[in-house]
């Protein structure tokens, strides 16, 4: 079924507040099919409209939980239908920009999930093509910013109740990964998310990288675990040991080290049960799962920011950031050196 209320830009404010925000789901995989059920049935003043998906038999799949979708094969025929006041893209990151182009140039609210492109120079065209709208658009996914734990931690540090933040030590685990995963995603698929989320725990911009490569284990096929070492401005330091094979289960802790105290954010929070002279507790085997809260808040949020016409989470200018770092990330694991991030200045657009 297709959607025939008018285009946002047209209709009053108050035709508005009463209109659901008609999404684009573009990209019907693991993430999208999981992000077309949390708004069809958990966010309040959003709806599917549309499926956006080549591969006919997943978009039909997915519309199945979003009664009223419509399937399309590509962003064009959405936009021609001028069916959407918003997109979410969760297809791969070297998919991103041909969606993100057309729908800027269409004045659409977008969440694009990490990566906002794969590289920096990408990214920086994004910027370029936003910054022809009268204010930012894109919202990039970067789901840990809305992770409960997360923002508590966040607190403490600007509470400064602990004295200044010394280092992080960050565990990101996970079970294993697909054959088409390599070595770079370690970097720019997996650590990305401690790329984001460190700079926004620590208020300060990570200036330097560093990857070491410590005894590699059996099960993996490339060297993998590796620890990355982000520098940030003041010389505090997180060290990010990543692990894509370990089996057990989907983990990501933190302990964050502080002049007067420690904290621990991201142990396993299930039902502690004794049986048979063990203890076990239930762990997560995805991120699906793990940051499932974490992501229905973010999304409630982009929803509720949308309507109002502004972003509620990290911009594209974050996006690009993100991507200076991942760069210097791999470079920094292919040459074992020292890395420093550098990055464009940054346009007034985006705000101090
Ligand atoms: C995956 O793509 C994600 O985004 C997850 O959050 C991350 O933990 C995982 O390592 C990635 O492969």
Request: aromatic share 6%.
């Amino acid at each position: 079924m297709t959607t025939t209320a008018p285009h946002r830009e047209s209709q009053t404010p108050a035709a508005r507040a009463r209109t659901d925000l008609r999404v684009g789901v573009v990209g019907a995989g693991m993430m999208g099919a999981d992000h077309i059920r949390r708004i069809t049935e958990r966010i309040k003043g959003a709806q599917v409209a549309a499926v956006v998906e080549p591969d006919e038999g997943r978009a039909a799949a997915a519309a199945l939980s979003a009664p009223g979708a419509t399937t399309r094969s590509r962003i064009e025929d959405a936009l021609e239908l001028d069916e959407l006041d918003a997109v979410l893209i969760a297809t791969p990151g070297f998919l991103h920009a041909p969606v993100l182009l057309p729908a800027l140039e269409a004045g659409l609210a977008v969440l694009c999930e990490k990566p906002l492109t794969p590289d920096s120079e990408s990214s920086l065209a994004i910027l370029e093509a936003e910054q022809r709208l009268d204010r930012p658009h894109i919202q990039v996914g970067f789901m840990r910013r809305f992770d409960a734990e997360y923002a508590n931690l966040r607190r403490v540090v600007e509470s400064g109740d602990l004295g200044a933040l010394l280092a992080l030590h960050c565990a990101h685990r996970n079970p294993s990964v697909p054959d088409s995963y390599t070595e770079p995603m370690l970097i720019n698929d997996s650590v990305v998310h401690e790329i984001d989320v460190v700079p926004w725990l620590a208020g300060e911009s990570i200036v330097s990288v560093e990857v070491k490569k410590p005894r590699r284990s059996s099960l993996a096929r490339f060297p993998d675990p590796q620890i990355v070492l982000l520098e940030l401005e003041s010389g505090a330091l997180a060290i990010v040991e990543i692990n894509v094979n370990q089996q057990f289960g989907y983990q990501v802790k933190t302990e964050a080290s502080f002049e007067r105290g420690v904290v621990e954010i991201g142990r396993t929070a299930g039902m502690s049960v004794w049986q048979d002279a063990r203890l076990a507790t239930p762990e997560h085997v995805s991120f699906v799962t793990r940051f499932a809260a974490a992501y229905d808040t973010q999304v409630q949020r982009w929803v509720d920011a949308a309507r109002r016409g502004t972003i509620d989470g990290p911009s594209a200018w974050d996006g690009y950031r993100v991507t200076t770092v991942c760069e210097a990330g791999v470079r920094a694991q292919q040459t074992g050196e020292r890395v420093e991030v550098s990055h464009a200045p940054k346009p007034a657009f985006y705000g101090a």
